[in-house]
């Protein structure tokens, strides 16, 4: 039986623990926080969204990088172990649009609930209000750790689920990387992801609140496009989020730290422009003597419809009888190319997750474990590994942490 210290009690702490446990280690729990799962608690709108009921093999394609280093760990705890684990343990649950799944309650703390009674059952010694300080180490091996109490806990195996960098009010204060750099490994830099966008044009803000579905995203850089998809979006006081956009992030992250990326929203992707035109010459041919501005109702959100008068450079008093076919097109390559700038990403505090960390090369893909040093193991958002919505990093922590704590001999 080997002594194993788990530091970290969000989703993949968890999950190295059980794992562990079960597999008849003796297992201590380290969180320096009040209660665990703090950061669990409020994903998915506290709701939770533990995975996602894709096939197995679309789990990689929502992993923009380092996809090929899970291999092993999706396939020793893939997304149907995860729902099973849940089920068995009494956690009913339901999947969603896009195959997201999530508790049948619809608390965050039922999911939590399940995994502590787990652990009590497993075996799992857990203790709360428990900061560590710093890795012990002994003939190039981890030998436990130093708490900031000053007491020194022995081990012979180390798990590192300390998370990322993002909400940060939670715990996730980067205490992971600190541990990784004093023991030589490499860390990639860290970014938000899975995080909104700030956007240069003022007519945004007038929009703030107004969520669009069914739209159609293009971004550009350079008019090189670097991104597309449909979905949903939403307009704030700062920018552009919504699943789309937070999605978007994860995936031009690198290219918006270069500067400016033009976005173009499709607001009507299931009309060509010509369908559109003929939509928009019905629309005018009832209202034949109507000013514009009060013919577009049917076509666009309230809130839209003065920044769109703006864009399309048609005067909001013009009856649509004089509108000119040059007007019209360019309304039609507003609403088809409804232009934003995108400037630059909101910070961490706002990112759901975090970029970056402890680079997989210095980290074994069968077992979690150091190449640096014995007995020493990495799982969850410490390492550098990053998804897309919908339950894709949850399966990451669930994964990673399950083969963290069963590789530990």
Known sequence: MSKVIVIGGGPAGMAAALAAA????????????????????????????ITNACDTEELFSNVPRNAKFLYSAFYACDNFKVMRFFEEHGLRLKTERGNRVFPESDHSSDVIRTL?????????????????????????????????????????????????????????????????????HELV???????????????VKEMQGLSLKNVKVSIYQKNRK?????????????????????????LVNNQIMQGELQMEIDLKPALTEE???????????ENKNRQFKNCIQ?????????V??????????????????????????????????LTGLRDF????????????????PSTMESKKMEGLYFAGEVLDLDALTGGFNLQIAWSTGYLAGNSIP
């Open 189 to 203: 830099k860290t970014t938000p992801s899975l995080v909104p966008f700030t956007v240069k044009e003022d007519y």
């Open 116 to 184: 502590q009674n787990a652990m009590r059952d497993a075996g799992v010694e857990v203790r709360l209000f428990t900061e560590v300080k710093s890795l012990l180490v002994k003939d190039g091996r981890v030998a436990g750790v130093l708490l900031e109490n000053k007491e020194k806990l022995s081990g012979d195996a180390v798990v590192i689920a300390t998370g990322g960098f993002s909400y940060q009010s939670t715990g996730s204060t980067g205490d992971g990387y600190r541990f990784a750099a004093e023991t030589g």
């Open 22 to 49: 079960e597999n008849g280690q003796q297992v201590t729990l380290l969180e320096k926080n009040e209660k665990l799962g703090k950061k669990l608690y409020i994903t998915g709108k506290g709701r939770c969204n």
């Open 226 to 250: 670097i991104y597309e998809d449909f979905g949903e979006m939403l307009f704030t006081h700062f920018g552009v989020s919504g699943p789309l956009l937070l999605s978007a992030s994860s």
């Open 308 to 341: 769109m008068i703006k864009l399309s450079g048609i005067h909001p008093d013009k009856k649509v009888n004089e509108i000119t076919k040059e007007e019209r097109q360019n309304l039609i390559r507003c609403v088809k190319a409804f232009p934003v700038t």
């Open 275 to 285: 369908q559109l035109d003929k939509r928009i010459l019905r629309d005018f041919d």
């Open 298 to 306: 049917k076509l666009l959100p309230s809130k839209m419809i003065p």
């Open 349 to 364: 505090k706002e990112a759901i997750i975090t970029r970056g960390g402890v680079s997989v090369k210095d980290v074994n």
